[in-house]
T-cell receptor
Framework: AQRVTQPEKLLSVFKGAPVELKCNYSYSGSPELFWYVQYSRQRLQLLLRHISRESIKGFTADLNKGETSFHLKKPFAQEEDSAMYYC????????????FGRGTSLIVHP | GAGVSQSPSNKVTEKGKDVELRCDPI?????LYWYRQSLGQGLEFLIYFQGNSAPDKSGLPSDRFSAERTGGSVSTLTIQRTQQEDSAVYLC??????????FGNGTRLTVT
C-alpha cells in the first residue's frame, strides 16, 4: 500500500526565513511525487512535480529515494506563501489514484 | 478555458436527508475523482472514474455514498441519510490520462 506522511500540521515562520515542509512516503515501486497548494479561498492547484525538476514561486523539491522523502523548500519565505500544502504520491504503473498527505498549513508572519 | 465546476458551493442539510453534489469536469478529461477534505484529515479518496471503465469505489466510506458519471462527463455524488460526520468539503478533480489533477472549488457540506 502507498502512504504519504506530512508530519507537521502547522509550520509558522517569519518573512525572509527559510522554510522546509516535510513529506515522507512509502511505496515499493517507482513513485511520482507532487506538491499541491491551496491558498485562502482558492482551489487546490498543482505547485510542482518531481519529474519536472523545476522551481515554482521559488519552491523546489527533490525526490530522495534513499530516505523516501520529497521535502518542499524555499530559501526565503514570503507572506504570500501562506497556504495549505499537500504532498501527493502517484503510483507510476499502478493505480492512477493519487494518495495525499494530511497537509501542512504554512503561515508566514511579516 | 473553463476549469472544473462544482455545485452547489455550499450545502446545509438536516441529518437524515439525502444530498446530491455535482461536478462538471474539464472537457476532454477522461479521469474524474472525488475526494473529501476534512480539517486535520487531509484529502480522503472516495471514487475514481476513467473513461467507460467500471469506477473504483474503494474509497467510499459506507453504502450511503454513491456516485455516477453520465456520458463520460458530468458526475454526481449522492449521500443518503446524511450524518453529522459527513460534514466536509467534497472536492472533484479531473485529468487527462496519467496527468496531474485539476480540482474544482469544492462543495462545503454541513449536516445539522
Amino acid at each position: 500500500a502507498q502512504r504519504v506522511t506530512q508530519p507537521e500540521k502547522l509550520l509558522s515562520v517569519f518573512k525572509g526565513a527559510p522554510v522546509e515542509l516535510k513529506c515522507n512516503y512509502s511505496y515499493s515501486g517507482s513513485p511520482e511525487l507532487f506538491w499541491y497548494v491551496q491558498y485562502s479561498r482558492q482551489r487546490l492547484q498543482l505547485l510542482l512535480r518531481h519529474i519536472s525538476r523545476e522551481s515554482i514561486k521559488g519552491f523546489t523539491a527533490d525526490l530522495n529515494k534513499g530516505e523516501t522523502s520529497f521535502h518542499l523548500k524555499k530559501p526565503f519565505a514570503q507572506e504570500e506563501d501562506s497556504a495549505m500544502y499537500y504532498c501527493a504520491l502517484w503510483a507510476s504503473g499502478g493505480s492512477y489514484i493519487p494518495t495525499f498527505g494530511r497537509g501542512t498549513s504554512l503561515i508566514v508572519h511579516p | 478555458g473553463a476549469g472544473v465546476s462544482q455545485s452547489p458551493s455550499n450545502k446545509v442539510t438536516e441529518k437524515g436527508k439525502d444530498v446530491e453534489l455535482r461536478c462538471d469536469p474539464i472537457s476532454g478529461h477522461t479521469a474524474l475523482y472525488w475526494y473529501r477534505q476534512s480539517l486535520g484529515q487531509g484529502l480522503e479518496f472516495l471514487i475514481y472514474f476513467q473513461g467507460n471503465s467500471a469506477p473504483d469505489k474503494s474509497g467510499l466510506p459506507s453504502d450511503r455514498f454513491s456516485a455516477e458519471r453520465t456520458g463520460g462527463s458530468v458526475s454526481t455524488l449522492t449521500i443518503q441519510r446524511t450524518q453529522q460526520e459527513d460534514s466536509a468539503v467534497y472536492l472533484c478533480a479531473s485529468s487527462p490520462n496519467n496527468s496531474p489533477l485539476h480540482f474544482g472549488n469544492g462543495t462545503r457540506l454541513t449536516v445539522t
